[in-house]
C-alpha cells in the first residue's frame, strides 16, 4: 500500500477539524495539508440533522462550510477514507487505503453512539442518531415501512430532538428516559418540569426512571420494547439515543494518553509531541470544576479545533479552560444551561427568579463574588452575556442585585469591561 506525506494530517471532518484547518492557515498559508474522514460528505453541521429529518431544511443548508472550503483553504479531503490507527512512533496514520505520514497530526475523530447491550438492539428499525447518514436512514426507513409510532431511549440533548423530528414527520414517540427526569444534566428539576410539559404540550409521552430491557421483534422487525417497569410499548421504529462516547480505537496502544478521552492540554496537544486532539474525543480540564472530562459540545470544538490548529503551525493559542454550554429548544421552548448550572450545596449560592405567569426561569449560581452556573428557560434573551462574565471570571460584587432584575443587561456592567465587550479590548481580572 502506498505511503503519502504532508505537513499536516487531520483526522476528521466536523467543528474541531474545521477550525483546525482555519487555525493552521492563519498561520501557515502554504503548507500541505491531508484530511481523512470515513463520512463521505462535505463538512456539515450535526445539531441540523433533526431538522433535516423533519424536512426542515434541505441539504444544501446542511453544510458548515461552503463547497469550495477545501480547495480555498489547498486542503486535501480524502472524504469516504477512515483512518483505522495512529503510529506516533512513526508518524504514521493508517488508513483503509494506505498509510499518511505527518509532521503535526490533528485527532479529531468525534465520538460515537453508545449504544447498550440490549436484547433485540440489532433488529431492523433500531437506529441512533448522531449523524447525517443517520437522518437519512431513518427517514427512509419511515417511508419504506410506513412507520406510525416511535420509541426514542434517552431523554437527553439528542434524544430530545430526536424525538421533535419524528412528531415533525407525523409519528406518534414515546422518550423512555432512566433518569427521573428530563434532560438530567442539563437542567434543575424545575427546568426539567417545564421542559416536560412541553414535550407532553406537543403530544409525546414519557416515561421516565425507567429503561429498555429488550427489543421486540416480529420477523425481524422492530414491533415493541419492554421497559423495566415490565410495560411494553408497541412501535415500528427505536431511535437509541443514550449519549455518544470519544472515538479513541485509533489511539489504543499507542502510547498516546487516555483516559475517557484523549487527554490534552490548554493548547490541545496529547502526551506525545507533535500530535494533538480535539473536540468530543478530546478530554481536557473543566475551567470551573476543575474536572478532567470530556465536554462534547458544538462551540467547544471548534474552539479547540482552532487552537490547536495554531498551534501546530508554530502559533501560540490556549483553550483558557472550557466549560460546559448547552442550548436546545424543547418543542418550541428555548433552554441555555452553561457551566456548573445544576450545582448547590456548601460552596455555591443560587439566585433564582421563577415566573410562571411568562413561562420563564433563570438560576444564576455563584462560587463567591464569581458566576460558574447559569440555566435560562423560556427567555434566553441574557444568556451571552453571563456566558462571558463566567468565562472571564468576572467578580460580580457590585452589581449581583441586578443579575436577575429585567433591567440587568450591558450597561450593569463594570465600564472596563463594556469596552472588552463593545470593542473587544483587552481587560484584566
Not at 486532539?277 to 465536554?295: F, H
Not at 405567569?357 to 451571552?384: C, P
Amino acid at each position: 500500500m502506498k505511503t503519502d506525506s504532508a505537513k499536516y494530517v487531520i483526522i476528521g471532518n466536523s467543528t474541531a477539524a474545521i477550525g483546525c484547518i482555519e487555525g493552521i492557515r492563519s498561520v501557515d498559508p502554504d503548507r500541505s495539508v491531508i484530511l481523512v474522514a470515513k463520512e463521505p460528505c462535505h463538512t456539515y453541521s450535526r445539531p441540523l440533522i433533526s431538522y433535516f429529518l423533519a424536512g426542515e431544511i434541505d441539504a444544501e443548508r446542511m453544510h458548515y462550510r461552503p463547497r469550495d472550503f477545501y480547495d480555498a483553504n489547498r486542503v486535501d479531503a480524502r472524504l469516504g477514507l477512515a483512518a483505522t490507527r495512529v503510529d506516533p512512533e512513526q508518524k504514521i496514520v493508517e488508513t483503509t487505503n494506505g498509510s499518511l505520514h505527518f509532521e503535526k497530526l490533528l485527532i479529531a475523530s468525534g465520538g460515537r453512539p453508545f449504544v447498550p447491550d440490549i436484547p433485540g438492539i440489532e433488529a431492523s428499525g433500531v437506529f441512533t442518531f448522531t449523524s447525517w447518514n443517520d437522518a437519512t436512514v431513518i427517514g427512509e426507513y419511515i417511508e419504506g415501512n410506513r412507520a406510525k409510532r416511535a420509541v426514542v431511549v434517552g431523554g437527553g440533548l439528542i434524544g430530545i430532538k430526536a424525538a421533535e423530528a419524528l412528531r415533525a414527520r407525523g409519528l406518534d414517540v414515546l422518550v423512555v428516559e432512566l433518569a427521573g427526569r428530563l434532560l438530567p444534566l442539563a437542567l434543575d428539576a424545575e427546568g426539567s418540569r417545564m421542559a416536560e410539559e412541553s414535550l407532553r404540550a406537543a403530544g409525546v409521552e414519557l416515561e421516565c426512571s425507567t429503561t429498555v430491557n429488550r427489543v421486540l421483534t416480529e420477523d425481524g422487525c422492530v414491533s415493541g420494547v419492554l421497559q423495566g417497569n415490565d410495560r411494553t410499548a408497541s412501535c415500528n421504529l427505536v431511535i437509541v439515543a443514550a449519549g455518544v462516547v470519544p472515538a479513541t480505537g485509533l489511539v489504543a496502544g499507542s502510547g498516546i494518553g487516555v483516559d475517557k478521552g484523549i487527554l490534552i492540554d490548554e493548547g490541545c496537544r496529547t502526551s506525545v509531541e507533535g500530535i494533538f486532539a480535539a473536540g468530543d474525543v478530546a478530554q481536557g480540564c473543566d475551567a470551573l470544576s476543575g474536572e478532567s472530562r470530556p465536554i462534547p459540545i458544538f462551540p467547544n470544538a471548534y474552539h479547540q479545533g482552532r487552537v490547536a490548529g495554531v498551534n501546530m503551525a508554530g502559533g501560540d493559542a490556549s483553550t483558557n479552560g472550557t466549560f460546559s454550554m448547552n442550548s436546545v429548544e424543547v418543542f418550541g421552548l428555548p433552554t441555555v444551561s452553561v457551566g456548573l448550572a445544576t450545582a448547590s450545596g456548601d460552596g455555591y449560592e443560587e439566585l433564582v427568579h421563577d415566573d410562571e405567569a411568562s413561562g420563564t426561569y433563570r438560576r444564576v449560581v455563584l462560587r463567591g463574588d464569581r458566576i460558574v452556573g447559569a440555566l435560562f428557560v423560556g427567555d434566553i434573551d441574557r444568556a451571552g452575556i453571563f456566558t462571558g462574565l463566567m468565562r472571564q471570571g468576572i467578580d460580580i460584587s457590585s452589581f449581583k442585585d441586578l443579575l436577575l432584575t429585567e433591567e440587568f443587561g450591558l450597561i450593569s456592567l463594570p465600564e472596563e469591561y463594556r469596552k472588552h465587550v463593545v470593542m473587544g479590548e483587552a481587560i484584566e481580572v
